[in-house]
């Protein structure tokens, strides 16, 4: 048995932000230090599907992308990293896939239904995006992939893939592998919300801190992230439940930063009693969150700017990347091409 196989990828619509890195490039930057073999791509025919008339938006965010998995520590020498594009297989294996699921199975299925929401699209749906569920099917099945870290978000869409694995192997043979999701190991690490406090941080939602912020841009939202609204008076006992400028502690505060930036306190849930006996004002653990993410994103930053000097470098890393991929993707497509039979025992082209 060869090493387990992980694959993830990210819609270049936008730049990454913090949901991303804590709902599973963190992850990802650990995993490929372990003993994986781990892909990771830029779906930009994905994006297409709710972008058409915006090409624009995804050529320009695919370089954006790319700076923010090399400035959070993705490794090229450990990681492939592709892009969806330029992997023609993927596509037909998706022409077959089509045929194995329902249209009202893919209606039902609930992420695709709340993004449909979300966009309005109303009657004017566009068929690629319902398919899109399918697409990433040939995504993961391409690489064999056995696990993909991501959110809770892409439950409902690997479970869609896992039974498009199950339809396909029944009707034509043992070929393609079921893949897992591998969720954060904390759970508010699944759905960040955006500093709204209303809906998960996304990049269409207009509610993220990105990767790439400047310092006072972080500041700035820090400062805007909604909190307990009967909290008004410092003195007042507040809520730390549904107070996102708690979430975000949860997420990414350790006992080591208040060492660093609080020492009054001794952790989080010493912080969180005295907001909610009364006495501590939000400006103070706005000031303190501000702190650790700046230090977090610092990091980055500096990562990006050395290679947002050398984007041609970056193109390279992703056309070599998809060249090694596409090997992979095309070994598959043989194999679906053969179980179903259409390599006609090489008579024919392909
Ligand atoms: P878009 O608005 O274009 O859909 P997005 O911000 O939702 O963008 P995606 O590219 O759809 O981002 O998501 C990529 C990955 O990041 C997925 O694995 C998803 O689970 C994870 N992710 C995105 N947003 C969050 C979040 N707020 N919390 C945790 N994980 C997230
Ligand atoms: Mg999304």
């Known amino acids: 048995m060869g090493k387990p196989i992980v694959l993830t990828g990210d819609r270049p619509t936008g730049k990454l932000h913090l949901g991303h890195y804590v709902g599973s490039l963190k992850k990802r930057v650990e995993l490929q230090d372990k003993d994986y073999q781990q892909y990771v791509f830029i779906a930009d025919l994905q994006a297409l599907t709710d972008n058409a008339r915006n090409p624009e938006l995804i050529r320009e965010n695919l370089i954006e992308v790319a700076l923010d998995y090399l400035a959070v520590g993705l490794d090229p020498e450990k990681t492939v990293i592709f892009v969806q594009s330029q992997i023609p297989e993927l596509s037909e294996l998706t022409m077959v896939y089509m045929n194995l699921v329902t249209v009202s199975r893919l209606y039902r299925n609930p992420t695709v239904k709340d993004e449909i929401k ?10 690629g995006f319902l398919l899109y569920p399918v697409s990433q099917a040939a995504d993961i099945t391409a690489f064999n992939a056995n696990f993909v870290p991501a959110g809770a978000d892409q439950e409902p ?6 039974e498009i694995v199950r339809t396909f192997n029944g009707i034509y043979g043992e070929v393609l592998i079921e893949p897992e999701i591998m969720l954060p190991e904390k759970s508010v690490w699944n759905r960040l919300p955006g500093i709204d406090g209303k809906a998960k941080m996304s990049k269409s939602l207009n509610n993220a801190i990105f990767l790439s912020d400047e310092p006072s841009v972080i500041r700035e939202k820090v400062m805007r992230i909604f909190t307990d609204p009967t909290h008004l008076k410092i003195s007042d006992p507040g809520h730390t439940e549904g107070n996102t ?3 975000y502690l949860d997420a990414f505060c350790t006992d080591a930063h208040f060492a660093e930036f609080l020492p009054e306190y001794r952790n989080l849930d010493e912080l969180k009693a005295h907001y909610r006996r009364g006495g501590l004002g939000d400006v103070k653990v ?3 969150l501000n702190n650790i993410l700046q230090e977090e994103l610092k990091r980055f930053r500096e990562k990006r700017q050395f290679h947002e000097g050398r984007v041609d470098e970056v193109y390279t890393i992703l056309r070599e990347g998809s060249l090694n991929a596409r090997q992979v993707a095309a070994k598959t497509l043989a194999s679906v091409r053969s179980a179903i039979g259409i390599n006609y025992d090489g008579k024919l082209l392909l």
């Not at 979300?118 to 749906?125: C, D, V």
């Not at 869409?157 to 896992?162: F, K, N, P």
């Open 118 to 127: 979300q966009r309005g699209f109303g009657s004017s749906l566009p068929a």
């Open 157 to 162: 869409l690997i479970e869609q893939v896992r």
């Open 245 to 247: 400028m708690f979430t």
């Open 286 to 288: 706005k000031l303190f």
